[in-house]
């Protein structure tokens, strides 16, 4: 048994580990990313266990319901020194069964379990929008922190160019050694503009790693989403309508919908503190002794005993134990009240915050768009220039930084605006770009 428990579990982990390997020979989309996360993070199997928990708590508020039956079997043995027999043995057995026929509470307190059931699938949902919103964040990161790369690296390649220019025209004297050092200072700090951007994308895969739950791999495949200009100034809805359909899905709203609603189940329960509770009960029993000089089957046969009887519970004073119950019952419901409306209002903030970084990120991106273009007009004046003579190294290396100035608030301005806007789109239940 204990060889097929270790087959299937190495089996299991084979199909995992395929299903990574796949993945990665694809490469990782933002959706299979998502799933993977959603599958194998670990708050996300907390919450599934809370939420299985919460179902055991309706059964057993519904198992309230139902009679109790119960036997118990005593077994004594006794000396006594002074006596004839010194010793004796005593037995008996019963069976018992009881059933609270009227108890006030026991209604709400199944409607409230299930309420409890309801709120432990919200805090689920709530674990999920928290992982999906974080792979979008880092996911996002990454694409952009390559395609940074690829523009720091694309700079690195024209100074290398410039770098070897300069050295020939100082080699004719057409230059001083300190432009020429200046150039070579240049190049080695773009050097270095390329390896942070490359920490940083390993930084963010192993982030990404984390979050789904595999091991870390600092190139981890992640396919690459070509956003146009289109899809980075897509149109924009107003935030007010994009929060009225955040209330309707948003499990953190929900839940404190729920919290009213289970608040109201309890002042229920504390109301039925103050009813009558009604039992029926029933038993049936026997015992036996060794001193009798009947045998065990006349004995039990003749102490056979049976019983049937109801009981009422009726709450005079109870120390205001009731009253106060009810009052803190009705006290937690208005908390949970204010609760809600604190919710609302922090989920309108964050779309109101969300919806301002998505405008300004598309007004950064037209003005980010068209310094481009322009700087890339004037840098290229410059160096056409610098390479007859008419210009020195600090004009030619002034225009590339300000030229790369310009891309890097470009790339900065396009990815913010993706985010925000996808972000906005989760939040009205719609689908990523």
């Given at each position: 048994?204990?060889?097929?428990?270790?087959?299937?579990?190495?089996?299991?982990?084979?199909?995992?580990?395929?299903?990574?390997?796949?993945?990665?020979?694809?490469?990782?989309?933002?959706?299979?990313?998502?799933?993977?996360?959603?599958?194998?993070?670990?708050?996300?199997?907390?919450?599934?266990?809370?939420?299985?928990?919460?179902?055991?708590?309706?059964?057993?508020?519904?198992?309230?319901?139902?009679?109790?039956?119960?036997?118990?079997?005593?077994?004594?043995?006794?000396?006594?020194?002074?006596?004839?027999?010194?010793?004796?043995?005593?037995?008996?057995?019963?069976?018992?069964?009881?059933?609270?026929?009227?108890?006030?509470?026991?209604?709400?307190?199944?409607?409230?379990?299930?309420?409890?059931?309801?709120?432990?699938a919200q805090s689920l949902a709530q674990s999920q929008n928290s992982v999906i919103e974080s792979v979008l964040n880092i996911y996002i990161q990454i694409l952009?922190?390559?395609?940074?790369?690829?523009?720091?690296?694309?700079?690195?390649?024209?100074?290398?160019?410039?770098?070897?220019?300069?050295?020939?025209?100082?080699?004719?004297?057409?230059?001083?050694?300190?432009?020429?050092?200046?150039?070579?200072?240049?190049?080695?700090?773009?050097?270095?503009?390329?390896?942070?951007?490359?920490?940083s994308a390993r930084d963010y895969r192993m982030q990404l790693c984390q979050l789904m739950g595999i091991p870390v791999d600092l190139s981890l495949n992640v396919?690459?989403?070509?956003?146009?200009?289109?899809?980075?100034?897509?149109?924009?809805?107003d935030y007010m309508s994009i929060y009225q359909a955040a209330l309707s899905v948003r499990p953190e709203v929900k839940s404190r919908e729920l919290a009213i609603?289970?608040?109201?189940?309890?002042?229920?329960?504390?109301?039925?503190?103050?009813?009558?509770?009604?039992?029926?009960?029933?038993?049936?029993?026997?015992?036996?002794?060794?001193?009798?000089?009947?045998?065990?089957?006349?004995?039990?046969?003749?102490?056979?005993?049976?019983?049937?009887?109801?009981?009422?519970?009726?709450?005079?004073?109870?120390?205001?134990?009731?009253?106060?119950?009810?009052?803190?019952?009705?006290?937690?419901?208005?908390?949970?009240?204010?609760?809600?409306?604190?919710?609302?209002?922090?989920?309108?903030?964050?779309?109101?915050?969300?919806?301002?970084?998505?405008?300004?990120?598309?007004?950064?991106?037209?003005?980010?768009?068209?310094?481009?273009?322009?700087?890339?007009?004037?840098?290229?004046?410059?160096?056409?220039?610098?390479?007859?003579?008419?210009?020195?190294?600090?004009?030619?290396?002034?225009?590339?930084?300000?030229?790369?100035?310009?891309?890097?608030?470009?790339?900065?301005?396009?990815?913010?605006?993706?985010?925000?806007?996808?972000?906005?789109?989760?939040?009205?239940?719609?689908?990523?770009?």
């Open positions: 048994m204990a060889f097929v428990y270790r087959y299937v579990f190495s089996l299991m982990m084979f199909f995992a580990a395929v299903s990574v390997f796949s993945q990665e020979s694809s490469g990782w989309t933002l959706q299979s990313c998502i799933d993977y996360a959603l599958e194998n993070n670990d708050d996300i199997q907390l919450s599934k266990v809370d939420r299985q928990i919460a179902d055991v708590e309706v059964k057993s508020a519904k198992g309230a319901w139902l009679p109790s039956l119960s036997f118990s079997s005593n077994q004594s043995y006794g000396n006594h020194p002074y006596g004839d027999p010194a010793n004796s043995y005593n037995g008996s057995y019963n069976f018992s069964a009881n059933w609270t026929v009227f108890d006030g509470s026991r209604t709400s307190a199944i409607d409230a379990a299930k309420v409890s059931q309801q709120s432990a952009y922190c390559d395609e940074a790369i690829k523009v720091q690296q694309n700079a690195l390649t024209t100074l290398e160019a410039q770098r070897d220019r300069s050295k020939g025209l100082y080699n004719a004297g057409s230059i001083s050694i300190s432009d020429y050092a200046q150039v070579e200072a240049q190049y080695s700090a773009q050097n270095y503009s390329v390896v942070s951007a490359q920490n396919s690459s989403i070509s956003y146009d200009s289109a899809a980075v100034m897509a149109a924009i809805p609603e289970s608040a109201n189940y309890n002042i229920k329960t504390a109301r039925a503190g103050f009813y009558p509770t009604i039992s029926l009960g029933a038993s049936v029993g026997t015992a036996n002794g060794e001193k009798s000089s009947l045998s065990f089957v006349d004995q039990v046969k003749n102490n056979w005993s049976n019983s049937v009887g109801m009981s009422l519970n009726v709450p005079i004073m109870t120390g205001r134990k009731n009253k106060s119950a009810l009052e803190k019952a009705k006290l937690r419901k208005s908390s949970s009240e204010i609760e809600l409306q604190s919710a609302k209002d922090q989920l309108l903030w964050n779309i109101e915050r969300v919806w301002l970084n998505a405008i300004n990120a598309q007004e950064n991106y037209k003005a980010a768009k068209a310094k481009v273009e322009a700087v890339e007009q004037s840098y290229a004046l410059v160096a056409k220039q610098f390479e007859v003579g008419l210009k020195n190294p600090t004009d030619l290396l002034a225009q590339k930084d300000e030229l790369l100035s310009a891309q890097q608030a470009l790339l900065q301005s396009k990815y913010t605006a993706i985010y925000n806007i996808n972000l906005l789109r989760f939040y009205a239940g719609e689908r990523f770009l």
